[in-house]
């Protein structure tokens, strides 16, 4: 009898896996469809080439505890998630990655370019402008309000 209740409850444990597993892949898919269509540093000038757009990089560290709520928080706000794709490239750069990557021309590590635009803490987002030329580090986490007023104002100019 004690074996057939330890079945039934590993069957039970399994079913129940087996759902909570099938709504976590369903709730993935409908949230890529509102999600920021992030791009690498290379991609987004060669984007800017034939349709000229700012770019805001959002810098980060795989350990950055204010980065990761960004991204569950800010950049997964429906109305900022619209503003970025319709008005920006979006780039994520890794501030310790040693990943070669070209930047207006010359190659560099994610880590050398994060360096050269002024970052020194995380997250930090940096707007570049259409020609790749100038670039405003914005340090610190922006709740989604903060930030789509800071899209918008950068946008403008």
Do not use: H
Not at 47 to 59: A, I, M, Q, T, Y
Not at 61 to 80: I, L, N, P
Not at 104 to 132: C, H, Q, W
């Amino acid at each position: 009898m004690m074996f057939k209740n330890k079945v039934l409850l590993g069957i039970a444990t399994l079913v129940v896996l087996v759902a909570f597993i099938n709504a976590g892949s369903s709730v993935q898919s409908n949230t890529n469809e509102t999600a920021i269509k992030w791009v690498d540093i290379e991609e987004a000038q060669r984007l800017g080439k034939s349709e000229p757009r700012k770019v805001f990089v959002d810098v980060y560290t795989d350990w950055c505890g204010w980065c990761k709520k960004m991204d569950r928080s800010t950049f997964a706000d429906e109305s900022v998630v619209n503003y970025v794709n319709d008005n920006y490239y979006a780039v994520k750069l890794n501030a310790e990655s040693s990943k070669k990557i070209k930047f207006n021309g010359k190659e560099m590590t994610e880590a050398y370019l994060a360096r050269s635009m002024r970052v020194s803490g995380y997250p930090t987002i940096v707007f570049i402008d259409e020609k790749f030329e100038s670039i405003q580090p914005i340090p610190g986490y922006r709740t989604a309000a903060q930030f789509r007023r800071i899209l918008q104002d950068f946008n403008k100019n």
